[in-house]
């Protein structure tokens, strides 16, 4: 019989423990993307991940790497602190909307006003998810949540933030990119720009930040099909995606567009 | 700072002359403290600066945080690195700080943080008081977890003792808190240095540093079960009561046969001391305790002296009554408790203290 070719595995960067989230959430995929990365940067080794309050509070059971739990918001001052302690290591902290654009704001902001050597996965679905779905700062205007069930009103509660374009505007020594889950194509970009985050760190060129955008079929009420067309439709529309700021002057043939189709970037997931 | 010359078989060192805040700094780095993350606020800036000039110098870092909350978070993550850290602040920026001091506890990570109080409630004034005690021995932050607290009384026991701070944090993996005021801070006194060994890097085992070829390590700030919680919880417990039980530090002085004790802390103790002597010179049989560690209360030591005789403490301290409530827990009933003081940036002077001693004794 003809010994077939491994061509698909769990990320050596990622334990046995089983992912503890809902259905169709984004998670999940963003997880393995970040392991998948590790591993191909052979940083498992020397990667210390920060974990944050909300859904993914418990995902230091899920990277194979050392781990810290941060506080709600704190991920990018602990970063900071570790990072000044331990400068060989790779830092990533892994950051809700809740955690980075509500409560965190300050220690995100001067992180990467300071071009923090520091990477941060910033995932973004637009809700409060673990508490059970109140209104975020990035909750799309009109969007229902628990705590504004008529859905966001700005003369209330404000605009939703775009944290890459305000973050890109006070770090100048930096990678900052938004991407998306909602379909393979994405994700492919999405692995790109969580690389290139990494990769701004590891090269010391700055501070390097991928912001996904994700989905809660949970607290948005909708099945994970509808989420990731909804993605596409409205949430895409005012989250623009693409590259905000830019470090990698190392391989600057290395742009997310031209990673479309590359078979040895496909992603593990959907 | 050299050994300065051999007398007989003694060592005598050499003295400078330091602000209280700058005594904290330097005993920090004599400690080994590598790493200072603070913002700034008056009446603690001269310890910041110090840090700011000083921990370049012996390879540290110094970074300005955004915040106190900030601050102390980069403590967690650079103790969480391995290093010796060091955060200070006084009153508004503490307070923000409780967060982190629960977190840092909860984790066991060890840190030392400053506290150089001024005058509170709000914002309050940058006066001296004594008025964060009970926030510095009590919490601050949330859930059933507690700092080891010092509380120095000279430029040289605030080098002594943000020291001896360092070896504690690292001794229980466990915050510490030096609770200092404005007076001590701005105060200048003589300072021996070369008394205490140079620490230079340690390795602490349950740092992380990247797995290498290693098993991970994972420092938690929450555990993952029910079951892991109650375990948690018990074994803080049981670091709690050993602190309880190891960590008591005072002084006493002429309590032997004193009928009343002035119990006091800090600054005001070196002013109450001046008090006691008066009185003694008056021949009024009083004496002097003054607790060093404010948590855990050295109640074994005065409950020894109450229950030796001495039927009535004096407690002395610039705020509104917040040692006194450890005081009457520590004496548990066994002598007559008098309280004198006021929060808000009054500084006693000796007289008004003897005055309290001579009306007291006559009761």
């Known amino acids: ?270 | 700072m050299k050994v300065a010359r051999q007398k007989k078989d003694r060592v005598i060192f050499e003295k400078k002359l330091m602000r209280g805040n700058e005594a904290i700094g330097a005993g920090a780095i004599r400690a080994g403290c590598r790493f200072f993350f603070g913002y700034p606020i008056t009446p603690q800036n001269e310890l910041f600066e110090y840090m700011a000039q000083m921990l370049p110098q012996a390879g540290g870092t110094f970074l300005q945080s955004e915040s106190e909350l900030s601050g102390i978070n980069m403590i967690y993550g650079a103790s969480a690195g391995g290093g010796r850290c060091m955060t200070s602040s006084s009153g508004p920026g503490f307070t923000l700080m409780g967060e982190g001091l629960t977190a840092l506890a909860t984790a066991q990570l060890p840190a030392v943080v400053v506290c150089v109080t001024r005058a509170g409630p709000g914002l309050g004034r940058i006066a001296s008081a004594q008025s964060d005690y009970r926030l510095a021995t009590r919490g601050g932050g949330h859930g059933d977890y507690q700092c080891l607290v010092l509380g120095p009384a000279s430029s040289q026991e605030l080098y002594d003792l943000t020291y001896k701070a360092f070896d504690l944090a690292d001794q229980y993996r466990n915050p510490v808190i030096v609770l200092s005021d404005a007076l001590l801070g701005q105060m200048m006194e003589p300072v021996a240095t070369g008394h205490l060994p140079r620490i230079k890097a340690l390795q602490k085992e349950w740092a992380v540093r990247g797995k290498g070829t290693n098993p991970r390590k994972v420092i938690k700030v929450a555990p993952h079960t029910d079951e892991e919680l109650i375990d948690w919880n018990r074994q803080l417990k049981k670091k709690y009561q050993m602190m309880k039980e190891n960590e008591q530090r005072h002084e006493a002085l002429l309590t032997k046969d004193a009928e009343l004790i002035v119990v006091a802390f800090g600054s005001t103790a070196r002013i109450a001391l001046d008090a006691v002597l008066h009185a003694r010179e008056e021949g009024i049989a009083v004496g002097m305790f003054r607790p060093i560690s404010l948590y855990p209360y050295p109640d074994k030591a005065l409950n020894k002296i109450t229950r030796q005789g001495t039927r009535k403490l004096l407690v002395v301290e610039a705020n509104n009554g917040q040692m006194v409530e450890d005081v009457r827990l520590a004496v548990d009933g066994s002598a007559e408790i008098a309280h004198y003081g006021f929060g808000g940036g009054y500084i006693f002077s000796p007289d008004e203290i003897y005055r309290e001693i001579v009306g007291y004794s006559k009761k």
């Open chain 1, 1 to 270: 019989m003809q010994r077939m070719k491994r061509v698909y595995a769990k990320p050596k960067a990622m334990t046995e423990v089983p992912f503890p989230y809902c259905p169709g959430c984004s998670h999940g995929t963003i997880h393995r993307l970040v392991a998948e990365v590790i591993d191909e940067l052979e940083i498992a080794d020397r990667a210390i991940g920060i974990t944050s309050a909300g859904c993914s509070v418990r995902n230091w059971r899920q990277f194979d790497c050392d781990m810290v739990m941060a506080l709600h918001g704190r991920g990018p001052a602990v970063a900071t602190g570790l990072k000044r302690a331990q400068p060989d290591a790779v830092i990533f902290t892994y950051q809700g909307d809740g955690d980075m654009a509500a409560i965190g704001t300050a220690e995100i902001v001067h992180a990467a006003s300071r071009c923090e050597r520091i990477t941060v996965i910033y995932v973004n679905n637009g809700v409060f998810g673990a508490t059970g779905g109140q209104q975020a700062p990035t909750t799309l205007i009109g969007q229902p949540t628990t705590s504004y069930p008529a859905g966001r009103d700005p003369r209330t509660s404000g605009y939703p933030l775009k944290m890459a374009e305000m973050l890109s505007t006070v770090s100048p020594e930096s990678y900052i990119a938004r991407a998306s889950v909602h379909n393979v194509k994405n994700i492919i970009k999405a692995k790109k720009a969580i690389r290139k985050a990494f990769l701004v760190q590891i090269k010391d060129s700055g501070f390097g930040l991928a912001e996904i955008l994700a989905a809660c079929p949970t607290n948005w009420r909708m099945d994970p099909v509808g989420c990731m067309d909804k993605i596409k439709s409205d949430v895409i529309a005012y989250y623009p995606l693409g590259e905000f700021s830019s470090q990698m002057k190392l391989n600057p043939e290395e742009s997310l567009e031209q990673s479309e189709g590359e078979n040895r970037d496909r992603p593990g997931t959907l």
